[in-house]
């Protein structure tokens, strides 16, 4: 089973309109939690992190839920530019496999005019 | 803002063949990783430094190598090459390696292409 499991997609939704993106991850301990985007044949871009008590950045929300291991992202007022494959990725806990990145494997949204 | 290098972008080899990817991680960032991405697919961990030291270790072949060097820069050597290693390599970089979040952020470079025929 994978560490993180993702829905695969594909999204396709208009410009403006709110999208959200759900993952779960298997390892209770896991301390470190992202969502990256990327574009086709393009290195994975950091988006966000997100801490336990959510994050905002712009028309960007990241929410955390420990007790569920499950992590989502939400996208208001979509634009042309965020078409792209959306990675939910978390680290290892703690010990030599620290700071490992573990990725699911990818959501793919299609943003149309 | 400087970023992650990495040389060369595309990479054609034959099978059996030798390649050495290199990686220069954005300045004051002491750990740097290696992921393999095959088509359709999810990075996969490779291996990781911190100071120059091999820090952990993941799906990599006996095959490959890598090492870090005193100036941070990595690189990942890779032999008897197969059809099956053709992928997207990336390298990241990050601070630290932490138990708080942020410092385990990690930022990727460009990739290099392998294409092994």
């Known amino acids: 089973r994978k560490e993180v499991e993702q829905d695969p997609g594909p999204f396709n939704v208009p410009e403006g309109a709110t999208v959200a993106f759900n993952c779960t991850y298997s390892?209770?301990?896991?301390?470190?939690f992202f969502w990256y985007r990327q574009d086709c044949r393009k290195e994975p871009k950091l988006l966000m992190s997100v801490y336990s008590s959510g994050n905002e950045d712009g028309r960007f929300t990241a929410q955390l839920n420990r007790a569920s291991q499950y992590i989502s992202l939400l996208i208001r007022d979509s634009k042309l530019s965020d078409s792209a494959t959306y990675l939910c990725v978390v680290t290892a806990d703690r010990g030599s496999t620290l700071g490992r990145l573990y990725f699911g494997r990818g959501t793919q949204l299609t943003v149309w005019p | 803002a400087a970023g992650v290098i990495q040389s060369p972008r595309h990479l054609i080899k034959e099978k059996r063949e030798t390649a050495t990817l290199k990686c220069y991680p954005i300045p004051r960032h002491d750990t740097v990783y290696w992921y393999q991405q095959g088509p359709g697919q999810d990075p996969q961990f490779l291996i990781s430094?911190?100071?120059?030291?091999?820090?952990d270790k993941g799906s990599i072949p006996d095959r490959f190598s890598a090492q870090q060097f005193s100036d941070y820069h990595s690189e990942l050597n890779m032999s008897s090459l197969e059809l099956g290693d053709s992928a997207l390599y990336f390298c990241?970089?990050?601070?630290?390696?932490?138990?708080?979040?942020?410092?385990?952020?990690?930022?990727f470079g460009p990739g290099t292409r392998l294409t092994v025929l």
């Open positions: 990241a970089s990050s601070r630290t390696v932490s138990t708080q979040p942020s410092y385990n952020e990690q930022f």
């Open positions: 430094f911190y100071e120059k030291m091999q820090s």
């Open positions: 390892n209770s301990a896991s301390q470190s």
